[in-house]
T-cell receptor, first 114, second 113 residues
Framework: AQTVTQSQPEMSVQEAETVTLSCTYD???????LFWYKQPPSRQMILVIR??????QNATENRFSVNFQKAAKSFSLKISDSQLGDTAMYFC???????????FGKGTKLTVNP | DAMVIQNPRYQVTQFGKPVTLSCSQT?????MYWYQQKSSQAPKLLFH???????NEADTPDNFQSRRPNTSFCFLDIRSPGLGDAAMYLC????????????FGSGTRLTVV
């Protein structure tokens, strides 16, 4: 079974600084997708960024980018120019190609301080 | 805006009293999911519907049931809630395949007293 590990239960960063959240996963599959989701306090979970395993280029969405190291099975999220609104739980998730099912990590609680 | 709506946001139920949580979507997505999220834990998939096809996870307790009467609606029934069933319940949808990611509802926080 696939597993997703987020080793940082909590992190904090100063506004305008850069922070990196770690995620590792375990799979023997070659066709899969990786995701980062953001869950603000008392609000719905939203997709931040996704990565297709067969693409070598790291995905980027505005201030959010990933460092995808396929051989190391690592998928970290970098948030640049952190904003107060980035305060949330961040979940790393894995989906095997064709499975439809997301497997989540335990999450990292990120606090952005003014 | 197209969205996933869960009702109610907060639900308090008595130990052993059946409770139903609802989810509706305007995205016309084929797949609907129910996840259970307990504090400091990863969201855990309970089951999902691919159109009308029901897919139960092997470790989902029999106490949990689901219904999908049409494309737009999906229900989670807990037949006899125990204290251990207190959690946030997340409904999500995806188009066929799901690789584009899910759209989540805001969740229902269930308290069992």
């Amino acid at each position: 079974a696939q597993t997703v590990t987020q080793s940082q239960p909590e992190m904090s960063v100063q506004e305008a600084e850069t922070v990196t959240l770690s995620c590792t996963y375990d799979t023997s599959e070659s066709n899969y997708y990786l995701f980062w989701y953001k869950q603000p306090p008392s609000r719905q979970m939203i997709l931040v960024i996704r990565q297709e395993a067969y693409k070598q280029q790291n995905a980027t969405e505005n201030r959010f980018s990933v460092n995808f190291q396929k051989a190391a099975k690592s998928f970290s999220l970098k948030i640049s120019d952190s904003q107060l609104g980035d305060t949330a739980m961040y979940f790393c998730a894995f989906m095997m190609g064709g499975s439809e099912k997301l497997v989540f990590g335990k999450g990292t609680k990120l606090t952005v301080n003014p | 805006d197209a969205m996933v709506i869960q009702n109610p946001r907060y639900q308090v139920t008595q130990f052993g009293k059946p409770v139903t949580l609802s989810c509706s979507q305007t995205l016309n997505h084929n797949v609907m999911y129910w996840y259970q999220q307990k504090s400091s834990q990863a969201p855990k998939l309970l089951f999902h519907y691919y159109d009308k096809d029901f897919n139960n996870e092997a470790d989902t307790p029999d106490n949990f049931q689901s219904r999908r009467p049409n494309t737009s609606f999906c229900f989670l029934d807990i037949r006899s809630p125990g204290l251990g069933d207190a959690a946030m319940y997340l409904c999500a949808t995806s188009s066929r395949g799901g690789s584009g990611g899910y759209t989540f509802g805001s969740g229902t926080r269930l308290t069992v007293v």
